[in-house]
Antibody
Framework: QLHLQESGPGLVKPSETLSLTCTVSGGSISSSDYYWGWVRQAPGKGLEWIGSLGVFYSEKTYYNPSLKSRVAISADRSTNQFSLELTSVTAADTAVYFC?????????????????WGRGTLVTVSS | QSVLTQPPSASGTPGQRVIISCSGGKSNIGSNTVNWYQQFPGMAPKLLIYRRNQRPSGVPDRFSGSKSGTSASLAISGLQSEDEADYYCAAWDDSLNGQVFGGGTKLTVL
């Protein structure tokens, strides 16, 4: 059973870089059994997929085209964590950020859904 | 503006069957499977339906998904008060090369 936990600053200044980390327990981020990703939700709004990462799969990444120029998702195998960096943030990036994972133990990974989620962390962009 | 279109709200009475629709296009629903999530206020989303109407362990069979062409729907039968939540459809989009979500439907149990 996977457990995911987000961590990082809750307040970021405009134009700076938002950095979040997701700590995974119950499974190795390097395993072929998992795909990882980030989803965000602005206050009172719907879900927005940010991107996904397959550490085992040559660290293949997929990014939301609307964020691609500002976003990077990476992994640290030594700490079993994966991270999100979003540059040049504005107030529009204020949201609850969820890290999530796809458990593809019983089937092939598809990177198109998440069955494990962190609790989410609110990041506010404000000076 | 979400790539997938859902009605903002839906409602039903206990025991009723409710259907939530999700409309997309050829590059997403028309080409790939549709996934559904349930989200309660202040909580993380929970996967309800994935890969051609599969349900994760623990999800009751009252929840079912279907797809026709570029539209999909989530059916909830035997509606219960605890089903009151937000529901999101999602799919892979081959043109965008990523996941897309619907705007969400707030389900009220009257």
């Amino acid at each position: 059973q996977l457990h995911l936990q987000e961590s990082g600053p809750g307040l970021v200044k405009p134009s700076e870089t938002l950095s979040l980390t997701c700590t995974v327990s119950g499974g190795s981020i390097s395993s072929s059994d998992y795909y990882w990703g980030w989803v965000r939700q602005a206050p009172g709004k719907g879900l927005e997929w940010i991107g996904s990462l397959g550490v085992f799969y040559s660290e293949k990444t997929y990014y939301n085209p609307s964020l691609k120029s500002r976003v990077a998702i990476s992994a640290d195998r030594s700490t079993n964590q994966f991270s999100l960096e979003l540059t040049s943030v504005t107030a529009a990036d204020t949201a609850v950020y969820f890290c999530a994972g796809e458990d593809c133990t019983l089937t092939s990974c598809s990177a198109d859904y998440f069955d494990y989620w962190g609790r989410g962390t609110l990041v506010t962009v404000s000076s | 503006q979400s790539v997938l279109t859902q009605p903002p709200s839906a409602s039903g009475t206990p025991g009723q069957r409710v259907i939530i629709s999700c409309s997309g296009g050829k590059s997403n629903i028309g080409s790939n499977t549709v996934n559904w999530y349930q989200q309660f206020p202040g909580m993380a989303p929970k996967l309800l339906i994935y890969r051609r109407n599969q349900r994760p362990s623990g999800v009751p069979d009252r929840f079912s998904g279907s797809k026709s062409g570029t539209s999909a729907s989530l059916a909830i039968s035997g509606l219960q008060s605890e089903d009151e939540a937000d529901y999101y459809c999602a799919a892979w989009d081959d043109s965008l090369n990523g996941q897309v979500f619907g705007g969400g439907t707030k389900l009220t149990v009257l």
